[in-house]
Nanobody
Framework: QVQLVESGGGSVQSGGSLRLSCAAS????????MGWFRQAPGKEREGVAA???????DYEDSVKGRFTISQYNAKNTVYLQMNSLKPEDTGMYSC?????????????????WGQGTQVTVSS
């Protein structure tokens, strides 16, 4: 059984930083990608960032230069460092895992999803 457990969400002011973590278990494929998605109220879910198990990354344009995705393969854990946060970054952030490449996952082609962690950025 695949499980994804996120942590690290919260509330910050505009310009602040947060770091999200996601630990995966039970995924048996040797090659995989992990990524982060977000969904704001009334909007569709969008892929924010993804990373291959070999370290290749892919980002949504609005977060390039502000967000960094990284991973700790030994523990199937992925992180999202979010800097210079803006109110429009507010949303429920969910972790996902699926087959490579990273861009394919970020476009929504994940096999499994976590429950999500809320990020709120106030102006």
């Amino acid at each position: 059984q695949v499980q994804l457990v996120e942590s690290g969400g919260g509330s910050v002011q505009s310009g602040g930083s947060l770091r999200l973590s996601c630990a995966a278990s039970g995924y048996s494929y040797r090659r995989y990608c992990m990524g982060w998605f977000r969904q704001a109220p009334g909007k569709e879910r969008e892929g924010v960032a993804a990373i291959d198990s070999d370290g290749t990354t892919d980002y949504e344009d609005s977060v390039k230069g502000r967000f960094t995705i990284s991973q700790y393969n030994a523990k199937n854990t992925v992180y999202l460092q979010m800097n210079s946060l803006k109110p429009e970054d507010t949303g429920m952030y969910s972790c996902a895992i699926g087959p490579p490449p990273a861009r394919w996952l970020r476009l929504g082609n994940a096999g499994y999803w976590g429950q999500g962690t809320q990020v709120t950025v106030s102006s």
